[in-house]
T-cell receptor
Framework: TQLLEQSPQFLSIQEGENLTVYCNSS?????LQWYRQEPGEGPVLLVTVVTGGEVKKLKRLTFQFGDARKDSSLHITAAQPGDTGLYLC???????????FGPGTRLSVLP | AAGVIQSPRHLIKEKRETATLKCYPI?????VYWYQQGPGQDPQFLIS???????DKGSIPDRFSAQQFSDYHSELNMSSLELGDSALYFC?????????????FGPGTRLTVT
């Protein structure tokens, strides 16, 4: 069974600061997705990374997939209170099966 | 753009009762997934269907069953409800066969068992 670990588990920062959250596994993933979830709502897909070393940017968010496709990072520049939420990474193994979620990073951006 | 629809949004049941949750996937999506999310936890995969056939099974209790219909909507049937079944239940859909397996989630059904 493949597992995804995320760090940090909790993060509280001031508006305007930068931050990076990490998603790691000992297994190779065919793809990794990042989701953002607000309390009581469904996770919202932010990005999918497929190719090792791939970097994708979504406004102030930069996503990177590790060269070995075992890890990923999400970097947020100049965080805003609207970025507050639970950030989940998720992925499927090399055969496109066994889709799993990481435990999430709970981000709080204070005004 | 059309999203995943779930109904009802909120449901209150008593112990030992039954509940049925419904999910309508994004148009043209042929794969549906069900997840259970307890307070402070990440979504736990229950079961999935691809083209109306069960494609994968996770931690779904034997008291629960699900199916996908010809119009691709899915229903999760929960019997002999227990207090521990209280959670958010999410349905997600994807276009099967895509190796990226991007799943799009519905707003969830909050089930409270009293």
């Amino acid at each position: 069974t493949q597992l995804l670990e995320q760090s940090p588990q909790f993060l509280s920062i001031q508006e305007g600061e930068n931050l990076t959250v990490y998603c790691n596994s000992s297994s190779v993933f065919s793809s990794l997705q990042w989701y953002r979830q607000e309390p009581g709502e469904g996770p919202v897909l932010l990005v999918t990374v497929v190719t090792g070393g791939e970097v994708k940017k979504l406004k102030r968010l930069t996503f990177q997939f590790g060269d070995a496709r075992k890890d990923s990072s999400l970097h947020i520049t100049a965080a805003q209170p609207g970025d507050t939420g639970l950030y989940l990474c998720a992925g499927a193994d090399n055969y496109g099966q066994n889709f799993v979620f990481g435990p999430g990073t709970r981000l709080s951006v204070l005004p | 753009a059309a999203g995943v629809i779930q109904s009802p949004r909120h449901l209150i049941k008593e112990k030992r009762e039954t509940a049925t949750l419904k999910c309508y996937p994004i148009p043209r999506h042929d794969t549906v997934y069900w997840y259970q999310q307890g307070p402070g936890q990440d979504p736990q995969f229950l079961i999935s269907f691809y083209e109306k056939m069960q494609s994968d099974k996770g931690s779904i209790p034997d008291r629960f069953s699900a199916q996908q219909f010809s119009d691709y909507h899915s229903e999760l049937n929960m019997s002999s409800l227990e207090l521990g079944d209280s959670a958010l239940y999410f349905c997600a859909s994807s276009l099967g066969g895509d190796r990226t397996y991007e799943q799009y989630f519905g707003p969830g059904t909050r089930l409270t068992v009293t």
